[in-house]
């Protein structure tokens, strides 16, 4: 995939109020148009991935998979306040002529639309074939649906929600105490609260999973072990990953970006709202997922005029998304007509 900087000289206002006087945008994209502009795949990522979802995707993007270059146009833009590219805490604070770090504003699902919506301009493109997101990625896509419904011939939204729930902030919430203990978090550099976040990437990892996923891949064989346990060193693990490529600032910021999410949001009630929204829309959830349970998408199935709604069977819970490609594959052939 080829990597972009696209870099917006105009104000971005936040929803909080926080006026950049300009952002960059980075994104990736695989394959060209067709002579209509009608094949463009659009991807939104989840909270600590990247522009380029042939690497967290593989089994999904790239020659001769799914979604292959010689087919579509494919789009990935990284969110707004992560640490791969686009506008976030390590950027350049004008107003200071340093790093934001934790002075970056709360931004919000709403205002990462904003700017797959100056892509999708900076592109010219006015219909999208296909849209995907799951998570995070698809509480995006939601937004975006409301605010320019006729832009998508299909989307499918997958593990996501019409709000963010208690639950979920909880998670989150548990994710940022984890984060502030460290006493490190605060200084004025890129590696400050690292391992803090290591260990709450420990607290997500649960959420993503659940026990039977942990059952099955982290079961001891001695049952004369008493210490070094698998499911301890994969925490660890986990941890210790994230440490190596993301940042602490990024991760609070995009964990409270998640809790903002709510379609009704100074709008009108939420099932009035979800009835606007006409695009076709293929929801999808996984059965054992804790973290957005099936209600979540049975919701939104109800209250969407022209929606479906598919149930993956998968041991892995939310992170099922990443994994259960045989599955998804089929659902989206289905939806893109193809053999």
């Known amino acids: 995939m080829q990597r972009h900087i696209h870099l917006h000289n105009q104000p971005v206002i936040t929803e909080s109020g926080f006026k950049f006087e300009s952002i960059e945008i980075t994104y990736h994209t695989l394959g060209t148009f067709d002579p209509s502009k009608n094949n463009v795949v659009w991807i939104c990522h989840a909270f600590t991935a990247n522009s380029n979802p042939s690497e967290w995707w593989e089994g999904m993007v790239g020659e001769q998979k799914l979604f292959n270059p010689e087919d579509y146009f494919i789009v990935c833009v990284n969110m707004l306040g992560s640490c791969y590219g686009t506008t976030g805490p390590l950027s350049i604070n004008p ?121 099955k891949t982290q079961r001891e064989v001695n049952d004369d072990k008493f210490d070094h346990f698998k499911a301890s060193s994969y925490q660890k693990y986990q941890g210790e990953k994230l440490m190596k490529r993301f940042n602490a600032y990024s991760y609070w910021i995009l964990s409270k970006a998640m809790d903002s ?38 919701f939104l199935n109800d209250h969407l005029p022209n929606s479906d709604l598919t149930i993956i069977d998968s041991d892995y819970g939310h992170d099922g998304f990443l994994i259960e490609f045989e599955q998804l594959s089929s659902i989206i052939k289905l939806i893109l007509n193809k053999d």
Do not use: C
């Open 95 to 215: 107003q200071t002529q340093q790093p934001f770090y934790g002075d970056f504003p709360v931004i919000t699902i709403r205002d990462m639309v904003h700017t797959l919506q100056i892509i999708k301009d900076a592109l010219n493109i006015n219909k999208i074939r296909f849209a995907v997101g799951f998570s995070m990625g698809g509480q995006q896509l939601l937004e975006w649906m409301y605010e320019s419904p006729e832009l998508f011939d299909d989307v499918l939204l997958g593990a996501t929600n019409a709000f963010h729930s208690p639950w979920g902030i909880a998670f989150n919430e548990s994710q940022r105490l984890a984060i502030e203990v460290d006493p490190t978090f605060g200084d004025r550099n890129e590696k400050a609260g690292l391992k803090g976040m290591g260990a709450a990437r420990g607290i997500g990892v649960i959420s993503y999973r659940n026990y039977r996923a942990y059952d």
């Open 261 to 298: 999410h709510n379609i009704a949001r100074n709008r009108k009630n939420m099932e009035s709202v979800l009835n606007t929204i006409t695009t076709k829309t293929h929801l999808v959830g996984i059965e054992s997922d804790y973290l957005f349970p099936l209600r979540e998408q049975q």
